[in-house]
C-alpha cells in the first residue's frame, strides 16, 4: 500500500484498539517511512459515522459549551480573513460553523455532510464525490480529511471548485505531534476506525503541494482542539475506557467510577496541558495542525 500523501510504501507499525468504548477490535496502522504518515488498514465499517460518538443528538453540556465553541468558530474563520466569495464547509457536521460564517461576512456560506448528523439549514445532506460546486472563493476541510478513503482525490476535486486563487483551509491531527507520543495507541485524535489516514504536517504538506495547492502558511496553535487533547491523551493512559469523558459527554460511554474517578484527579492538570501544548505548538509539534492553501 502506498503512503496517501507522498506516495512511498508503508509499513506495518502498530496496533491499536477501537476508539468506540463498545467496541474490542483492533487494527493494524501502516506508516509511511519517509513523511511520518500512517494509514489505517481494512475498511471501515459501513455505520462508523453513523453511531457511537458520531450519533445524531446534542452532546452533554452543549449549552453551557457554546460560549466557546462560537470562540472556536471566531478563530477558525479568522484564518480566512483574506478569503472572499462563496464558502463551502465540507463535512459540516450540525452546520455551526456555517451559521457562524453566514453572520459574520460569509451570508453566502453552505455546508455539506454525507452523515445524518445535521438537518441545519444551509447545510446539504450529500457526500463530497457525490457533489458539485464552481467559482468558490474559500473552502474549509475541518477535521474531515483524515476520514475520507482518498485524500488526494478529495483534494483534486475541491481544487476544481475554487475560483483562480480561492482559498483551501484544512486542519487535520498532527501524528508528529507531541501528544501523540503521549497518547500512544490511545491517542485521543487518532480515533480508529474512522479516521482513515494520520497526517503529519509535513505529510499533508506534500499532499496539498502534489494536488496543486500553494501553501501560504500553517498554524499549530489551536485551541480547539490542542489542549484537551493532550489532556485526554494522557488521561486515557489511566482510564480502563480510552477518551472517556469525552464519550460520555457525547451520551458514548457508561459513568463507571473507574473512569470517572481518575479523570476528576486530573482536572487540575489542565492548566498544566495548556501550557505544555502552547509551547509545543510554537515549536512545530501542536496536536493538530491548520494549513492555508490557495488553488
Given amino acids: 500500500m502506498r503512503c496517501p500523501a507522498c506516495g512511498a510504501t508503508l509499513a506495518p507499525w502498530r496496533r491499536a484498539g477501537d476508539n ?12 509511511c ?28 453540556g452543549s449549552r453551557a459549551a457554546a460560549p466557546l465553541l462560537r470562540a472556536f468558530d471566531r478563530r477558525r474563520l479568522g484564518l480566512l480573513s483574506q478569503a472572499s466569495g462563496p464558502l463551502l464547509d465540507v463535512g ?7 451559521a457562524y460564517a453566514r453572520a459574520h461576512g460569509f451570508p453566502d456560506a453552505r455546508g455539506i455532510e454525507p452523515s445524518s ?42 481544487r476544481g471548485w475554487l475560483r483562480p486563487q480561492g482559498s483551501l483551509l484544512v486542519g487535520v491531527p498532527d501524528l508528529d505531534s507531541l501528544q501523540a507520543r503521549v497518547g500512544g495507541p490511545r491517542w485521543y ?3 480508529l476506525p474512522r479516521h482513515r489516514t494520520h497526517f503529519t504536517a509535513r505529510g499533508l504538506r506534500i499532499l496539498l503541494e502534489r494536488t496543486g495547492f500553494t501553501i501560504r502558511r500553517s498554524e499549530h496553535v489551536l485551541l480547539e482542539h490542542n489542549p484537551f487533547g493532550l489532556w485526554q491523551s494522557a488521561v486515557s493512559r489511566v482510564t480502563p475506557t480510552p477518551s472517556w469523558l469525552y464519550h460520555a459527554l457525547k451520551r458514548n460511554a457508561p459513568l463507571r467510577a473507574a473512569d470517572a474517578v481518575p479523570t476528576a484527579l486530573a482536572l487540575p492538570l489542565v492548566p498544566v496541558a495548556l501550557a505544555v501544548e502552547a509551547a509545543a505548538g510554537a515549536g512545530g509539534r501542536g496536536g493538530t495542525v491548520a494549513i492555508l492553501a490557495n488553488a
Fill in 117 to 158: 448528523r445535521s438537518s441545519a439549514p444551509h447545510v446539504d445532506a450529500v457526500a463530497l464525490e457525490d457533489a458539485a460546486f464552481a467559482d468558490l472563493g474559500a473552502i474549509t476541510l475541518w477535521h474531515v480529511l483524515e476520514h475520507v478513503e482518498d485524500p488526494g482525490a478529495a483534494l483534486e476535486r475541491l
Fill in 20 to 31: 468506540e468504548p463498545a467496541s474490542a477490535a483492533t487494527r493494524l496502522l501502516l506508516r
Fill in 33 to 60: 517511512p519517509e513523511c511520518g504518515t500512517a494509514r489505517t488498514a481494512g475498511p471501515p465499517p459501513a455505520d462508523a459515522h453513523q453511531t457511537g460518538a458520531y450519533a445524531p443528538g446534542a452532546p452533554r
Fill in 92 to 98: 459540516a457536521g450540525r452546520g455551526r460553523f456555517v
Fill in 189 to 191: 485524535h487518532l480515533d
